[in-house]
T-cell receptor, first 114, second 114 residues
Framework: ETGVTQSPTHLIKTRGQQVTLRCSSQSGHNTVSWYQQALGQGPQFIFQYYREEENGRGNFPPRFSGLQFPNYSSELNVNALELDDSALYLC?????????????FGEGSRLTVL | AQSVTQLGSHVSVSEGALVLLRCNYSSSVPPYLFWYVQYPNQGLQLLLKYTTGATLVKGINGFEAEFKKSETSFHLTKPSAHMSDAAEYFCAVSPISGYSTLTFGKGTMLLVSP
């Protein structure tokens, strides 16, 4: 059974650029959630995808968007990057959208915006 | 809206001493409650969770937590700290209905000295 994998692990962008982060969910999981963890803070919920549809969204602007593919992998896209977007982006997968709290996290993609 | 407060951004203990990490939540109805651990440069790992039933829950690595509704608390304890327990610990809550999303506290860094 493979765990949640994310790529890239680290990347550096400049203000105004766009970035795409990728996530492969744990085998058998059909739900993917994305979280942003700024330095010294707890993770904050961005959005969740269930069966290729956005199933819920946190307090993030529309320039944060996502996709889920038929194999349940997912992408997080951020347009018009701002300095405050510098953070660790965590992907978590789970089985079903109903809440059990059993989220399995990847190791994250660390984004630095200069 | 739900929120989580973790008292103390850093807690220092000696190896073999009692570990107590505090978590209080705010929610209109009792939520599901979780503790996650994050080791350096890694994702989050579920330590334990409370959904229903017995209010004292046991998790991995000898940790346990007790849900106290009257105090809106879910403190994490371990009788005897080990050097390998040094990590950041996050308390989180989620609604008991709807899609699975976690609201995290800001985290507590546990430092263990020999």
């Amino acid at each position: 059974e493979t765990g949640v994998t994310q790529s890239p692990t680290h990347l550096i962008k400049t203000r105004g650029q766009q970035v795409t982060l990728r996530c492969s969910s744990q085998s058998g999981h059909n739900t993917v959630s994305w979280y942003q963890q700024a330095l010294g803070q707890g993770p904050q919920f961005i959005f969740q995808y269930y069966r290729e549809e956005e199933n819920g969204r946190g307090n993030f602007p529309p320039r944060f968007s996502g996709l889920q593919f038929p194999n349940y992998s997912s992408e997080l896209n951020v347009n018009a990057l701002e300095l405050d977007d510098s953070a660790l982006y965590l992907c978590a997968s789970s089985l079903g959208s109903a809440n059990t709290g059993e989220l399995f996290f990847g190791e994250g993609s660390r984004l630095t915006v200069l | 809206a739900q929120s989580v407060t973790q008292l103390g951004s850093h807690v220092s203990v000696s190896e073999g001493a009692l570990v107590l990490l505090r978590c209080n939540y705010s929610s209109s109805v009792p939520p599901y409650l979780f503790w996650y651990v994050q080791y350096p440069n890694q994702g989050l790992q579920l330590l334990l969770k409370y959904t229903t039933g017995a209010t004292l829950v046991k998790g991995i690595n000898g940790f346990e937590a007790e849900f106290k509704k009257s105090e809106t608390s879910f403190h994490l304890t371990k009788p005897s700290a080990h050097m390998s327990d040094a990590a950041e610990y996050f308390c989180a809550v989620s609604p008991i209905s709807g899609y699975s999303t976690l609201t995290f506290g800001k985290g507590t860094m546990l430092l263990v000295s020999p």
